[in-house]
């Protein structure tokens, strides 16, 4: 029914666009708003290619002397090729072209806010057109401060947290192979607290595990002057994401935050209070096993090989300590 309505809806545009009763600009209007329509819920890729479509005919009726429209229409539809799940670089590359071309319209006559999500979303296509080589992830990064100027934590709390985290994954995406490292690993972790003081645990439970647990990603894997601080904070973090995360409902998600939290535990000391060698040692342990059960119930190969790599490991590191005399601490 929905299909249907939706083909009802594109089959109408197009014997709108032919009628001669309204004006171009009113014609590119409707097209747009009816590209629009079918874009907000689509149930099939096709009908985000009618959406795009309209978008192509919407800018082929709008006149020269309505600017501030046509930079609108291409805004709205580079949302629509970004979307396209089989677009591939292609649609990529056009939705680039697309934002590219609305941008210095949108900053000089548009709303700040249509000229900042213009410059959010090229951020998000220059973010995937860098892992082909396409792009450089650094102009992702001056996209994303650019519409942080608009959209900030009082006035766009949503956009606000989206930017912040795109800019983490992007700062912790660029090669550590300059003297400004230590710095963007720096900035990756202070985006995603930026992101915690907008998402929290009771309203935006998903999301808040998410960060909680790339926050330790981040942390644990820094190259910083205070590993055991870095880890500490990574395990509050893991342990923040653990209060959402769970074997029954989100059993992968749970697997990759043991694992996580894990591979932080191994590299702790253990507490000088310890009657025992190896506490935090056989800890992560226990917390590898509970991840490898479940990453070989979902087939996850290479997330259980990986987890089966550091028991190896971690029975090697045990058996040395053993041989060293130090008592191993009781599972």
Partial sequence: MALSLATS?????????DADAASPEEKAEMLMEIAMGLQLRPKTSEQLHQAVELYERA???????????????????????QALPDGGAAALHKARAAYEDAGPVLEAKGAPEEAAEVQMNLGLVLQALTSQGAARITDAVQCYHRALRVFTRETHAQEFAILHNNLAI??????????????????????FEEVLKVVN????????????????????????????????RALAAYEEA???RNARDTPLEYANTLAN??????????????????????????LYEEALALFARSRQLGSA?????????IARERKARVADGHPAATS
Avoid: W
Wanted: aromatic letters at 4%.
């Fill in 261 to 286: 939290k894990a591979n932080v535990l191994r590299n702790l000391p253990d507490d000088p209070l310890e009657s025992s060698v190896g506490a935090n040692l056989d800890s992560a342990r226990a």
């Fill in 242 to 244: 653990l209060k959402v």
């Fill in 305 to 313: 090989a990986l987890v089966e790599e550091a028991l190896a490991e």
């Fill in 201 to 232: 645990l009771i309203d935006h439970p998903t999301e808040y595990a998410m960060i909680q647990n790339n926050l330790g990603n981040a942390l644990q894997y820094a190259a910083s002057g205070h590993p055991l601080e870095n880890n500490l």
């Fill in 59 to 81: 800018l082929a009726a709008c006149p020269s002397s309505a600017p501030l429209l046509a930079a609108r229409i291409r805004a709205r539809m580079g949302t629509a090729l």
């Fill in 170 to 191: 992007a700062y912790l995406s660029i090669p550590l192979t300059d003297e400004r490292a230590k710095m963007r690993e720096a900035l990756a972790v202070q985006s």
């Fill in 9 to 17: 809806q594109f089959d109408a545009a197009l014997q709108a666009a």
